[in-house]
Each structure stands twice: as C-alpha cells, then as structure tokens.
C-alpha cells in the first residue's frame, strides 16, 4: 500500500529547518544577494542548531539523516534562499566522497577537523574545458614516491575561497586519462594552491564560486581517497546522492515564489476586485501549485528509491534535478508576472527567486546532460 505522509521524524527535520530559515536565512537573503559575500554568519549559526552535515554519520558531527530527511530539509533551505542554502548543502557535496570511500582515519581526521573549525568544503570537478564531460579532466596529480604533485586548473567551485580543505579530482596516468581519474584531500592553505578572485553572477550570488590554480601542489599518499583509477565512480555515486538535494532547493524556491505571488494577487485589487480573481491570473496560480506537486512527488520519489537501494537511482536522481529545476525557472518566472512590475523590483523576493532558480539548471550536470543520463538509463531498460 502507498504512503505519501512523512514520519515524525521528518516533520520535526521540516519544523526544525523551516524556523532556521525563518530567524537567519530570509533576515539575510537580500543583504548576501547585494554583497556577493558567503554567509558566514548564517553558516556558523547553522552549526549552532544542528542544522549542517546533516546526511553525515552521527560519529562524524552528522544527524545520519536519510536521503530522504536530506530531501525535506533542502526544499526549507530553498524557499528561504538558494545561495544560502548551496553554501550549506554544497558543503554536503565536498563531504560525500570522504564519506562514501575515505578510510576510517581519512574520515575521523577531515570530519574532525571541519566540525572543529566549523568551517566548509568545496568539491573540485570541474574545469574550464571539463564539465558535463568529466572524461575531459586534465588536471594531474603525479605520484613520485610517497606524495602526488597536483597540478591543473579547476572553475566555478562552489565555496572555494571559504573552504578548509578541497576535494580535488585529478588523473594520475596521463597515458590512461579519465580511467586513471583519482579523489583526494587536499587542504586549501596547501602551496602552491592560488585561488582566483569569485565569479561574478546573476543569481544566487550568497554563494561564492572561484576558479583555482594548482602549481606543484604536494600531496601525501595519506590524502588519497580510495584505490587510483576510483575517481570517477566516486564522482558519479557522489551525484547520484546529491541531485536530489539540488531537486529540494528548486522546488523550495519555487513554492516561496508561488506562495508570493499567491498573496500578492489575492491583496492587488483591480477593477474593483482581487486580480487573483480573474481566471488568467487564477489559472496561473493552478498550474504554479500543480507543477510544485509533481516536481515534490518526483523528487521524494528519487530520495526514497536511494534510501531503498533500488536500481534506478541514476535515472531517478536526473529526474529529479532535471524536472525540479526546470518547474523552479516556469514557476518563478511566472510568479514575476503575476505580480507585474512589483514582480520586477527589489521590493519583493521574486525576482531574485527568478534569477536564482536559473543556475539550478546549470550546475551538476546541467539540464541537457540529465536528458542524456536518463535517456541512456531507459534504452538500456
């Protein structure tokens, strides 16, 4: 028999993140949306109430919280801001690899030290000629005895100037390419590591994304996560836990801007009545409310089918970002226009909902990649 209701566990996640969201993340949305600055204070407060490294192992300053509880936790993370919420969850993301293949020591060593600083992490895949195609990497990282020599160049890393320590991707076999590709620890004061000014963007602009260089930067053996050559599997398994948490933040986005625009439209009077009134603007609303339904049932879908071991998780794990994000650019784009020029101003969150939602269908493999993921996953079925 099917059961769509959460337990209460999960409705304790939801209240617990929701009332976070509403004392620090909508307080600061509009000011980190104006600096461009990561949001420290937000962040270090999530530490306070128990609110980062949430799928992590308890043992590791984690909450051991399902795929699932993750799901439910990043769509309240979304509605209060997404550039907030990356910054929390994309350091999930850098964490994912320690947590799915480092060695007991790596684990008790790195979740040690991020818990003790009450610091981040930034997950290190992509370069300037590899992003979809992460069979593209250059980046190197020669063994010479006991230590690796990184070099390369990494692009829009998600919180690297922030960050205590980066999880690097990079092949170690030049002759074997991405075949040889390899995770490693690598802490981000390392010389030889030069961080590049933060990119300027459109959206979600309380997220901080930088290019880095590598120069001869020296790794130990220690620092090596997992067997050479395991890299890729470890990027991909990594993915498949956390597009669905990109899936959450759209559609936490969208339901704030529908629920905006919602209000606005029952309170903006013309022609002598509410302009959610007349059925343009009626049926706006229906189809915003019925797209955020679908968008929230795929995306627990994706998280319960991780949580439950199926086989479909990479399929699913597409689905969800690909469809949530794309539902998050219609829904926010509609709620703009349903509130006119009001829409338009930085009076009322919408527009930068709207500008946030965009990147969403950009990052983690971007939208056109999950339609490749998912259609090789159903020819093959």
């Known amino acids: 028999m099917l059961n769509f209701s959460i337990t209460p566990e999960q409705e304790k996640i939801k209240e617990k993140y929701r009332d976070f969201v509403e004392h620090w993340v909508i307080p600061n949305r509009l000011k980190y949306d104006e600096l461009a600055e990561f949001p420290w204070d937000v962040v270090k407060a999530a530490y306070r109430e128990g609110i980062m490294n949430g799928p992590m192992p308890i043992k590791y300053g984690g909450h051991d919280h399902s795929l699932l509880d993750g799901t439910i936790a990043s769509e309240e993370l979304g509605a209060g801001c997404i550039g907030i919420g990356i910054s929390i969850d994309a350091n999930t993301l850098a964490l994912t690899p320690l947590y799915l293949a480092a060695s007991d020591e790596q684990k008790n ?4 030290i991020i818990n003790e600083v009450q610091g981040v992490a930034a997950y290190c895949l992509t370069e300037p000629n590899a992003g979809s195609d992460v069979q593209g990497i250059k980046s190197t990282a020669i063994r010479h005895g006991d230590k690796y020599i990184l070099n390369g160049h990494k692009r829009f890393i998600t919180n690297a100037e922030a960050s205590t320590f980066l999880t690097v991707f990079a092949i170690t076999d030049p002759e074997k390419g991405s075949r040889s590709l390899t995770a490693f620890l690598v802490p981000t004061d390392s010389p030889g590591v030069e961080m590049k000014p933060r990119l300027k963007k459109m959206g979600q602009k309380a997220s901080v994304q930088n290019e880095i260089i590598f120069t001869d930067v020296e790794i130990p053996i220690a620092n090596r996560i997992g067997d050479e050559g395991y890299g890729f599997i470890i990027a991909m398994k990594t993915f498949d836990r956390t597009r669905t948490g990109v899936a959450a933040l759209s559609l936490g986005n969208a339901r704030a801007a529908y629920e905006t625009a919602k209000e606005w439209t029952k309170n903006r009077k013309q022609f002598g009545k509410p302009i959610a009134a007349n059925q343009a603007i009626a049926f706006m609303l229906a189809d915003m409310a019925t797209k955020i339904e679908n968008a929230r049932l795929l995306t ?3 998280a319960w089918a991780y949580d439950n071991d199926t086989r479909k998780l990479n399929k699913l794990s597409a689905m969800s970002k690909l469809y949530a994000s794309d539902i998050g ?11 006119g020029g009001d829409g338009y101003t930085w009076d009322f969150a919408v527009e930068k909902m709207m500008r946030d939602a965009k990147l969403c269908q950009i990052y ?3 939208n056109q990649i999950q339609r490749l993921v998912i259609s090789k996953a159903i020819l093959k079925e």
């Open 109 to 112: 060593k790195y979740f040690g």
């Open 300 to 302: 627990w879908y994706a």
């Open 329 to 339: 650019m219609e829904v926010t784009t509609d709620a703009v226009q349903a509130m």
């Open 364 to 366: 983690e493999g971007t």
